[in-house]
């Protein structure tokens, strides 16, 4: 995928969740090119959202990719429940994954998913150099995983750079947390090409315009 395409993945935690498949079909109208699923377990991260059966109902609504990040221990446990529910892309976390990184890249890809890596604020990037050529997406986390709305973290940005450097330029590089269309523009800059937005498209008076102004 050539790095000029920007990916936009709204992301459903900041949907009205008693409206979700209008919210859904709303970013879709509006341009989005995949739906950003965050699944946390209140242990990785300190927030509970949703799982399995969310997504099995989004699928049969969604016409767009869903992009389901995976904030939760031992996601090797879920993945084929996940994929099974409809999951067109499934990242998980390295820190979640312990020793066991390639077992869990080899799995997401033997249900012919996507797979996509992602690092919290506080985790050098090095640790995924290693991985770069088995994988289709890094998630770069511009704030602690958990919870929507928070600020963007500068420093974390600076990670993108060197990730682009080492990595085969098929690399989708994802960015997540505090994005609105100032942010966006640094990220894109720093050589990102998939944003992750939840608060500013859905808060937005117009989530048209504002999926527009990410690109």
């Not at 879920?78 to 820190?95: L, M, N, Q, R, V």
Request: net charge negative; glycine share 8%; charged share 25%.
């Amino acid at each position: 995928m050539s790095n000029d395409k920007i990916i936009i993945s709204p992301s459903i935690l900041s949907a009205d969740f008693t409206e979700l498949g209008r919210d859904v079909r709303a970013v879709e109208d509006a341009g989005a090119d995949w739906i950003h699923v965050d699944v946390m377990d209140g242990h990785f991260v300190p927030n509970i959202s949703i799982g399995v059966p969310v997504v099995k109902s989004l699928k049969k609504t969604a016409k767009v990719p869903l992009d389901v990040h995976l904030m939760i221990e031992n996601p090797e446990k879920y993945i084929g429940a996940f994929a099974k529910a409809g999951a067109d892309i499934i990242t998980f976390h390295y820190e979640a994954a312990k020793d066991n990184v390639d077992g869990i890249i080899d799995l997401i890809r033997s249900f012919d998913l996507k797979v996509g890596i992602s690092i919290k604020p506080k985790t050098n990037q090095d640790v995924l150099i290693p991985y770069l050529n088995k994988v289709n997406m890094v998630l770069v986390m511009t704030v602690e995983p958990g919870f929507g709305g928070q600020e963007f973290m500068g420093y974390c940005a600076q990670k993108i750079p060197y990730i682009r450097a080492k990595a085969p330029e098929s690399l989708i590089v994802q960015v997540d947390g505090g994005i609105n269309d100032k942010t966006a523009k640094i990220c894109k800059g720093l050589g990102a090409n998939s944003l992750v937005a939840g608060s500013y498209i859905y808060g937005s008076d117009d989530i048209k315009s504002a999926i527009e102004s990410l690109r």
